[in-house]
């Protein structure tokens, strides 16, 4: 009873599960009420300021009522106001100018309801690029260990998923690595590109501030750029309608969207291994594979990326439609849309990289799998290496070619109809027309010369394009995930 007490309403509505079962509290905090209302209360004060500071009567006791009741709200209050209001804006200046009685005169003077939804989304934004752009730097390091130390590895490649040409298994994780640093410069780039929509009014014209300031149009640039400064951003957009142009919805989800995608394909990467047996994700000591068959270990932290990353690849659709049916100044349309698309874009983008990070740091290998896979497809491959060391001892290429071409299919027949190993090997050797290269066989067959400049590649790679994309986040890179299973 106390425990349905305590518990019993929230088990009775639809909880988002990105919120109350995968995402980290930072990331849930970002795009919660509390953020987002006190957030409306900050800009509401930085308006204030700046409208004092430029002379408007506004008063240093009435900016001092508003700053010591930003954090206390009264979402009952709040909530009754907009059930009557029919406008969230409107009932939360009513709730603030009731703690405030004497600032209540000059809250939200001169703004539009835009002013604290749009700059808050922009601030929601930023800080959520801020959240994620040290946990990709976190995946990006871990990966980047990973490939060091497999640098030299040899591995089977795969193209159209059949055998192909040795590669190693640390090269395979700079293919991976190459498609996160290019997530992580989007990212950047897309934080950077944020602006602030500043004071524009209710049609981005700046009237009701120029009304405000007498015809001053210094004053009122002015405005605009105290506010955006005091809310942490370089610039503001020079022209808005009365929102910020929704391309910037499309510019900040596109790149999550581009992450969503490689994370997707790293995953799949990793679960196609896991079936070969070569590589695995952590998996825990009385961790459960399957109800029905005990002895599986299934790869559930990439199932859940995958499944996650289709998600959040989808949700681009949102920002793209949304911008291209905006009539003229705005349309409401887009708002209930954005109230889901936003904050599930960077939700799920937070919990894909937090799992990724949590697989790259227990990644298990498995030499000895993939030594065996190699012997299996190694003889036809070294093919031409045999032709080469034949003619090398005074062989014919043709003649050496065409002994070569009929074993290889007594070879794969042994191999596909009798489900035989591969024995080409063993028929070369028994043949005596090899007899000259005999005792450079193992040399011939050795898996290290058939990876090419792989190794040099990684080192290469990690040293110029990978480690100076981590050196701003240096302080945060050794911070551990602890998931939640």
Not at 31 to 49: Q, V
Not at 161 to 171: D, E, F, I, N
Not at 392 to 404: F, M, S, T
Request: glycine residues 4%.
């Amino acid at each position: 009873e106390v425990f349905m007490d305590t518990f019993g309403d929230e088990f009775n509505k639809y909880r988002s599960p990105l919120v109350s079962r995968y995402a980290s509290k930072e990331m849930a905090y970002n795009f919660s009420d509390k953020k987002k209302f006190t957030t409306w209360r900050k800009l509401w004060i930085y308006l204030a300021k700046a409208e004092k500071a430029l002379g408007l009567p506004v008063t240093e006791a009435q900016v001092a009522e508003m700053e010591s009741h930003a954090e206390d709200i009264d979402f009952a209050m709040a909530a009754e106001e907009e059930s009557k209001l029919r406008h969230d804006v409107m009932a939360h200046v009513h709730t603030f100018a009731h703690c405030c009685p004497t600032a209540a005169p000059i809250i939200h003077l001169g703004a539009t309801s835009c002013y604290v939804g749009d700059n808050t989304d922009l601030i929601m934004l930023r800080d959520g690029f801020d959240i994620l752009l040290p946990k990709l730097a976190r995946v990006i390091d871990r990966l980047s260990k990973f490939a060091e130390k497999y640098a030299g590895l040899p591995t089977l490649g795969f193209t159209h998923y059949q055998p192909a040409q040795l590669t190693t298994v640390g090269k395979r994780a700079c293919l991976w690595l190459q498609d996160l640093a290019m997530d992580m410069r989007n990212l950047q780039r897309a934080r950077e590109d944020l602006r602030f929509r500043g004071v524009k009014g209710t049609t981005g014209t700046q009237a009701s501030f120029l009304q405000l300031f007498q015809g001053d149009h210094d004053k009122v640039e002015d405005l605009d750029r105290m506010v955006t400064e005091m809310a942490g951003f370089k610039k503001a957009y020079m022209v808005t309608g009365q929102t910020y142009s929704r391309k910037v919805d499309i510019d900040s989800l596109s790149p999550l969207a581009s992450m969503g995608a490689t994370i997707h394909k790293i995953c799949t990467d990793i679960r196609l291994l896991a079936n070969l047996k070569e590589i695995e994700e952590p998996f825990e000591k009385e961790q459960i594979g399957s109800s029905a068959m005990p002895y599986k270990r299934n790869p559930m932290r990439c199932e859940r990326c995958c499944s996650l990353a289709r998600h959040l690849i989808a949700l681009l659709a949102d920002p793209l439609q949304t911008a291209s049916v905006q009539w003229l100044e705005r349309t409401l349309d887009d708002s209930a849309n954005r109230r889901i698309s936003l904050p599930e874009s960077f939700l799920t983008a937070d919990i894909i990289l937090s799992t990724l990070q949590n697989i790259t740091e227990g990644l298990v290998v498995y030499p000895k799998v993939i030594e065996r896979h190699i012997h299996h497809e190694l003889p036809f491959m070294a093919t031409e290496n045999i032709i080469m060391a034949m003619v090398k001892a005074g062989g014919n290429r043709q003649d050496c070619h065409e002994k070569i071409r009929v074993l290889s299919q007594q070879a794969a027949t042994v191999v596909k109809q009798e489900g035989g190993d591969n024995d080409l090997l063993a028929r070369v050797q028994a043949d005596p027309y090899f007899a000259p290269i005999l005792g450079h066989l193992d040399n011939i067959l050795d898996p290290k010369t058939f990876i090419g400049r792989a190794p040099q590649q990684v080192a290469r790679f990690l040293s110029e394009e990978v480690r100076p994309l981590l050196e701003p986040y240096k302080a945060e890179i050794d911070v551990k995930i602890e998931l939640e299973l």
